[in-house]
């Protein structure tokens, strides 16, 4: 298998994994947001304010930005592994 199959491969298993999260995710939002918001109120000295139940577009661009930041921590300390070096790990 060469470079550019498993390269296709891994972004083919990386965009079905983040439809399925992204899915998982629309489908659990309403049911876990109340409970979560219970539970920080619940803890002492704690307030949640301007909470939302629903769905929004502000924690889905949150919960995109996060998928893809530690997505990419994760294939550059796999590099890194792998060329047994931290050159990948590197911000440039």
Do not use: H
């Amino acid at each position: 298998m060469g470079v550019r199959a498993k390269v296709r491969r891994m972004l083919a298993e990386g965009a079905l994994l983040i439809a399925l999260a992204l899915w998982c995710a629309a489908v659990l939002a309403s049911l876990a947001a109340p409970l979560i918001i219970s539970d920080f109120r619940a803890q002492q000295d704690f307030i949640v304010s301007n909470t939302s139940t629903s769905w929004t577009w502000t924690a889905f661009a949150q919960g995109v930005y996060t998928l893809l930041t530690w997505g990419t921590l994760i294939v550059a300390a796999r590099w890194s592994i792998r060329l047994r070096s931290l050159k990948p790990l590197t911000v440039r």
